[in-house]
Structure formats: structure tokens, C-alpha cells
């Protein structure tokens, strides 16, 4: 079955340093979203990426989507405390399809 | 952005018995809820698939008659896990689309704030 994998699993980085987790799926997808868990939280919508080699910012999130459209990666430019929690990467199960499968997750915790 | 509601926050129960979780749409209507589960640390893992009016589509591997789905409305759905062991420990998460308008996305989901289920 389809497989999203994220890496690192972990991320402790000193405030102001930046940070990257990478998000790679089995099977090509149709499009790929992140969500961000707060620690004790539940999932919180952040972005959708749909075409091949897409680029989008947010502030200082900045979201790719491979060309291949099988890979996607979420950079921070200088973290924040607030930026602490669990980022997933998350796929459709198959084309069109509005089941979900979530990536492995990046945990990132911030050191003041 | 759209609210969906959970309900018990957490629960604790004894060996045996059975838990029903609500999950409710605040704000919109919402044409498809979703069940997962994650544990401590882990993933989110989906359980099922609840559309309203219709029999919920189980994961592989998901026991239909030990974690019943019952989707009574276009704001409600519920989770019952019968006979609930200690493995059955767990935080359960439900998510909804919305009809249209909310989202961002087609498939852009919204979560509830979370169910911690603990089996003695």
C-alpha cells in the first residue's frame, strides 16, 4: 500500500536556526498537504500544494512540491517557540480521492 | 475557518465496556467525517470513512463490528468502541469536509480537538 515517509523523524534546533523536514511518498500523488500538531493538539490545516514543482510561502514557511510530484519538503527560515510541534505531510490515497494518508511526521522542538 | 467539535475530551474506562465518541460539524455541513487514530508519538492512522446516510467504509484491518461508525446527519457522526481492552487505548481524532465554501482545498479536512481514550 501507499507509504508517505518523512525525515527527520526528530528536530531539535537552537531559535532563530532553520529548519527542514522532507516528505517522500510510494506512489505519485495527485497533491500533497501539510498540517502542523501542537503538542497536546490535534492537526491544523497549513497549505495545499497541487502542481508539479509548486512553490508556496507563508511568511516564514516556505512549501515545495517535487516535479515528480512524489516528494514535498517544508522549510522555517529563523524558528520561533511558536513554531514548536509536529509537522505531517499528508496524500490522497488514491487519484481524486479525499481520504487521507499522513506522513510519518517531523517533531521539531525549539531550544530558547 | 470551520469547527468541528469532539466529545468526551477523554474517558476512562474499565475493561469490557463500551465508549461512544460524538464528532460534530459546528458550523458547516459536512459531506464526509473521518476517524483516526494515533498513538503516542505516532502517526495519524485512519480508521474509517462516515458518509451520511450510508454504511462507513472501513481501513484494512479495522474491526467494523468492534469500532462502530454511525454518521445520523450532515453534523454528526459517532464512534462506538465496544468492548473496549486495554490496546484499544488511544487518542481518537475525527476530521469533516465541509460541502463547499470552507475549505481551502477539496480535500482540505478539519479536525476535531481530539478524544484520549484510556482502558483500565
Known amino acids: 500500500g501507499q507509504q508517505v515517509m518523512q525525515i527527520p523523524q526528530y528536530q531539535h534546533v537552537q531559535e532563530g536556526e532553520d529548519f527542514t523536514t522532507y516528505c517522500n511518498s510510494s506512489?505519485?500523488?495527485?497533491?500533497i498537504q501539510w498540517y502542523k500538531q501542537r503538542p497536546g493538539g490535534h492537526p491544523v490545516f497549513l497549505i495545499q500544494l497541487v502542481k508539479s514543482g509548486e512553490v508556496k510561502k507563508q511568511k516564514r514557511l516556505t512549501f515545495q512540491f517535487g516535479e515528480a510530484k512524489k516528494n514535498s519538503s517544508l522549510h522555517i527560515t529563523a524558528t520561533q517557540t511558536t513554531d514548536v510541534g509536529t509537522y505531517f505531510c499528508?496524500?490522497?490515497?488514491?487519484?481524486?480521492?479525499?481520504?487521507?494518508?499522513f506522513g510519518t511526521g517531523t517533531r521539531l522542538t525549539i531550544i530558547p | 475557518g470551520a469547527v468541528v467539535s469532539q466529545h468526551p475530551s477523554w474517558v476512562i474506562c474499565k475493561s469490557g465496556t463500551s465508549v461512544k465518541i460524538e464528532c460534530r460539524s459546528l458550523d458547516f455541513q459536512a459531506t464526509t467525517m473521518f476517524w483516526y487514530r494515533q498513538f503516542p508519538k505516532q502517526s495519524l492512522m485512519l480508521m474509517a470513512t462516515s458518509n451520511e446516510g450510508s454504511k462507513a467504509t472501513y481501513e484494512q484491518g479495522v474491526e467494523k463490528d468492534k469500532f462502530l461508525i454511525n454518521h445520523a446527519s450532515l453534523t454528526l457522526s459517532t464512534l462506538t468502541v465496544t468492548s473496549a481492552h486495554p490496546e484499544d487505548s488511544s487518542f481518537y481524532i475525527c476530521?469533516?469536509?465541509?460541502?463547499?465554501?470552507?475549505?481551502?482545498?477539496?480535500?482540505?479536512?478539519?479536525f476535531g480537538p481530539g478524544t484520549r481514550l484510556t482502558v483500565l
Open positions: 499528508a496524500g490522497p490515497k488514491n487519484f481524486g480521492n479525499e481520504k487521507l494518508t
Open positions: 506512489t505519485t500523488l495527485s497533491n
Open positions: 476530521s469533516a469536509t465541509p460541502l463547499s465554501g470552507r475549505a481551502v482545498s477539496y480535500n482540505e479536512q478539519f
